[in-house]
C-alpha cells in the first residue's frame, strides 16, 4: 500500500510538471504571437467614410472603387500608407470581409479540427512572431489602415492587424512547409525579333487555387502612393503584397514558385517584396537590389521585365542565396524551377524538376512560343489558354502539365513600352481579356462619374471553348470530383467520362470505389491511370501505393 501512495504521489508530480511546462508553453505562446500594430501619429484618415456620388461609384476624397461590367472589381487609391490602406479597406470593405470568410471556409476544409486549428493559430503565431521585423514600415501602416475594415468574426484567431498582415505570409507557408503546388505558375515574356513589333510582351498564369470562391472577386488596384512609383497589380480584398503588376516605368513583376525547405522563421512575404519592386524600382539593376536586401524563407522566381532595359530577366532567390538568370536572347520562358547556373543543378532543383510538372509545361511553352513565330498579345493569351500537352496530346482538361491548369486566380499580358495591361475575365482565362491604359487610369483620380475605364477596342474574346460540351463536361467533373473530395456519393463511371483523357479522373474514381469497398472496380481504375500522363511522382505513387493495397484487399 505505501509502494503504491508513493507511485501516485510521483505520478501526480510527474502529471502537474508536465501540466505546468504545457502551461508555460501556452502562456509563451500566446505572448510572442501578440503582434502590435505600428505607431501611427496621425489617425484623422480613421474617420473618413465613403460616399457614392454614382450609382455603383464609391468614393473617398480623390481614390474611388466600382465593379466593371467586365466583372473585375477596380480601385484608385491615393495618399500616405496608413491613410490608403484605410481608404482602401473603407473602399472595399464587404470584400475584405468576404475574402477573409473564403479563405477560413478553405482552412476548416483543410483542417477540420477545432483544436488543430486552435494549435495552429499559435504555431503560426509563434514562427511569425518576429514577422514585423521584415516588413517595411509603410507596408505595416497600410495594412493596419486595411484592417480597420476587417470582419469581428475571427477575433479568436487574433486581432484584425494580426490577421490580415499573417495572411500576407500565408502563400509563402502553405508553399513551404507543404510544398502543395497551389502556386504553379507560368510566365513568359519576348521582345526585339522574338516580338511582331520588337516590344516588350510579358504574359503569366497566376495558377493560386484557395478554392472557387477565393478567386470570384479580383480587384486590379491602381496605386497611388505617396513616395515610389504609381503601379498597377491584380489583387483582392484586403491584400496589399504584389503577384502581377507593372509601374509607371514600364517595369513589370510576377512571382513563380520554386521547391523549398522548411522555414526556420519569419521573413520577408515574396508578395511584399514584389510590391517594393515595382513601387520603387524603374530598372533591372534597382530591382535586383531591392531583391537582394529582403530575407525571404521559401524559393521564388521573380520574372522582372523592364522597359529601361528593353528585356526580361528572372531574380531567383532562396532564404540563403539571389541569382540572376540572364537567357541572353529575345525570350525568357518560367515555369517552377530555377534556371541560372547557380542554382539549377542543386539537390532541391534537380528534385522539382524530376519531381514535378514544372519541366514538362516548360518544354509545351517552348514547343508553343518555336510554333507561334513573332509573338504578340493574342499569341500570348492563345498559350496562356493552351491546355493541351507536348504534341497537342490530349493529356486531359485541368492537367497540371499543361500552360492551362484550369485554376488560375488570373491570367495578365502588359505591354509595357504601351503601358497597356490585359487582365482575364471568367471562367479562370478563357473569357475575355479586358486591357488597361496605365496613362488614362491614372488621370482618373477623383472620378465622380461612374463609367467604364478599361479600352474595348483592345478587348481579345472569350475562347469559344467555353461554349463546348466538352467544357460543359469538364465542369461537371469539377463539381463531382469535390462532391467526392467532401465525402459526398458519386457515380465513379460518371466521373471518368466527363473528362476521361486526365489521369486525376481515374484516381478520384479509384479511390472513391476503394473507400466503398469496391476492390475490383478501384483496382481497374487505378491501372487505368497509369497509363496517362500523370502530373507528379508524388501522385504516380500514390497510385502504384493503392493498386498494391487493393490487390491485397482482392486476395
Given amino acids: ?15 502537474a510538471v508536465i501540466i505546468l511546462l504545457l502551461g508555460t508553453l501556452f502562456l509563451y505562446l500566446v505572448w510572442v504571437s501578440n503582434i502590435k500594430p505600428p505607431v501611427v501619429t496621425d489617425t484623422s484618415p480613421e474617420k473618413l467614410q465613403r460616399s457614392s456620388p454614382d450609382k455603383g461609384l464609391y468614393t473617398i476624397n480623390n481614390s474611388w472603387f466600382r465593379k466593371s461590367n467586365s466583372g473585375l472589381y477596380e480601385m484608385y487609391s491615393e495618399g500616405r500608407p496608413f491613410e490608403r490602406g484605410v481608404i482602401e479597406g473603407k473602399l472595399s470593405e464587404e470584400l475584405v470581409k468576404k475574402q ?7 482552412i476548416f476544409k483543410i483542417i477540420p479540427s477545432n483544436f488543430y486549428r486552435y494549435f495552429l493559430k499559435y504555431f503560426i503565431g509563434w514562427f511569425n512572431r518576429n514577422l514585423t521585423e521584415y516588413v517595411l514600415p509603410e507596408y505595416q501602416q497600410e495594412i493596419y489602415g486595411i484592417s480597420q475594415s476587417a470582419s469581428d468574426d475571427y477575433k479568436y484567431i487574433g486581432t484584425k492587424y494580426q490577421r490580415i498582415l499573417n495572411y500576407h505570409s500565408a502563400h509563402d507557408i502553405g508553399h513551404a512547409l507543404q510544398n502543395l503546388m497551389l502556386v504553379g505558375c507560368t510566365s513568359f515574356g519576348t521582345w526585339g525579333s522574338a516580338s511582331q513589333d520588337s516590344t516588350l510582351i510579358i504574359g503569366r498564369n497566376f495558377d493560386f487555387y484557395v478554392g472557387d470562391d ?34 509607371e516605368k514600364g517595369l513589370t513583376v510576377t512571382i513563380n514558385a520554386g521547391k523549398s525547405d522548411i522555414p526556420k522563421g519569419a521573413a520577408t512575404p515574396v508578395s511584399l517584396v514584389a510590391r517594393e519592386i515595382i513601387q520603387y524600382a524603374k530598372n533591372i539593376n534597382e530591382a535586383i537590389a531591392i531583391a537582394k536586401k529582403r530575407k525571404m524563407f521559401v524559393a521564388e522566381s521573380f520574372l522582372v521585365g523592364s522597359v529601361a532595359d528593353n528585356k526580361a530577366v528572372l531574380i531567383e532567390k532562396t ?10 536572347s529575345n525570350e525568357i520562358l ?33 514547343e508553343l512560343l518555336q510554333k507561334n513565330g513573332k509573338n504578340s498579345v493574342a499569341k500570348t493569351i492563345n498559350i496562356l489558354r493552351d491546355y493541351r500537352g507536348i504534341n497537342n496530346a490530349d493529356i486531359g482538361i485541368g492537367n497540371e502539365k499543361a500552360v492551362n491548369q484550369f485554376i488560375a486566380h488570373h491570367s495578365i499580358v502588359f505591354e509595357p513600352q504601351k503601358l497597356l495591361v490585359w487582365v482575364s475575365t471568367g471562367p479562370w482565362q478563357m473569357g475575355e481579356f479586358v486591357c488597361y491604359d496605365l496613362k488614362k487610369v491614372f488621370s482618373q483620380a477623383g472620378m465622380k462619374r461612374n463609367r467604364e475605364i478599361y479600352e474595348p477596342q483592345y478587348t481579345v474574346a472569350a ?23 467532401d465525402g459526398g456519393k458519386i457515380i465513379a463511371d460518371s466521373i471518368v467520362a466527363q473528362n476521361p483523357s486526365l489521369y486525376n479522373s481515374y484516381v478520384v474514381a479509384g479511390d472513391y470505389s476503394y473507400k466503398n469497398n469496391d476492390y475490383k472496380k478501384a483496382l481497374q481504375y487505378y491501372k487505368k491511370a497509369l497509363t496517362l500522363e500523370i502530373a507528379s511522382a508524388r501522385e504516380r505513387r500514390h497510385v502504384e501505393e493503392m493498386i498494391e493495397k487493393t490487390q491485397n484487399k482482392i486476395k
Fill in 319 to 328: 532564404p540563403d542565396s539571389i541569382a540572376v538568370y540572364d537567357p541572353n
Fill in 463 to 485: 475562347d469559344s471553348f467555353i461554349y463546348s460540351p466538352q467544357f460543359l463536361q469538364f465542369e461537371k467533373y469539377r463539381n463531382n470530383k469535390q462532391l467526392a473530395h
Fill in 100 to 106: 477573409e470568410d473564403y479563405f477560413a471556409a478553405q
Fill in 1 to 15: 500500500m505505501l509502494k503504491r501512495n508513493k507511485f501516485l504521489r510521483r505520478l501526480l508530480r510527474t502529471v
Fill in 334 to 366: 518560367c515555369t517552377n524551377h530555377f534556371q541560372s547556373k547557380e542554382f539549377y543543378n542543386s539537390e532541391k532543383n534537380k528534385e522539382q524538376m524530376a519531381e514535378n510538372a514544372t519541366t514538362y509545361r516548360y518544354k509545351r511553352l517552348t
Fill in 214 to 247: 477565393f478567386a470570384k472577386n479580383k480587384i486590379i488596384s491602381f496605386n497611388n502612393p505617396s513616395t515610389g512609383y504609381k503601379f498597377m497589380s491584380v489583387t483582392w480584398g484586403g491584400f496589399i503584397g504584389v503577384v502581377s503588376g507593372m509601374n
